[in-house]
Nanobody, 120 residues
Framework: QVQLVESGGGLVQPGGSLRLSCAAS????????MDWYRQAPGKERELVAA???????MYADSVQGRFTISRDNAKNTVYLQMNSLKPEDTAVYYC??????????????WGQGTLVTVSS
């Protein structure tokens, strides 16, 4: 059994910062990619930032230079540091990961989502 638990969302003013966390726990042998997606009201879910187990990262054009994805592999945790937030960043943010369990199962898992609201 593997679980993802997200934290860190909330209300922030435009130009402010937030840091999201997503921790994986359970019968984990290894974790491949750990990514962040978001879904704004009335819109499709979109990839915000992605990270590989080797340390490579990529970002959506809309957040490049403002958001930073990082991982603590010892803690099976991925972070999303969000700076210079804009109202259009308002969305539910989800982490997504690919896990190999100790019984050799390959799982694709979503976090429960955390709401980020950027408003004055």
């Amino acid at each position: 059994q593997v679980q993802l638990v997200e934290s860190g969302g909330g209300l922030v003013q435009p130009g402010g910062s937030l840091r999201l966390s997503c921790a994986a726990s359970g019968s984990i042998a290894s974790i491949n990619g750990m990514d962040w997606y978001r879904q704004a009201p009335g819109k499709e879910r979109e990839l915000v930032a992605a990270s590989t187990s080797g340390g490579s990262t990529m970002y959506a054009d809309s957040v490049q230079g403002r958001f930073t994805i990082s991982r603590d592999n010892a803690k099976n945790t991925v972070y999303l540091q969000m700076n210079s937030l804009k109202p259009e960043d308002t969305a539910v943010y989800y982490c997504y990961t690919r896990v190999v369990t100790t019984t050799s199962r390959y799982l694709r898992l979503w976090g429960q989502g955390t709401l980020v609201t950027v408003s004055s």
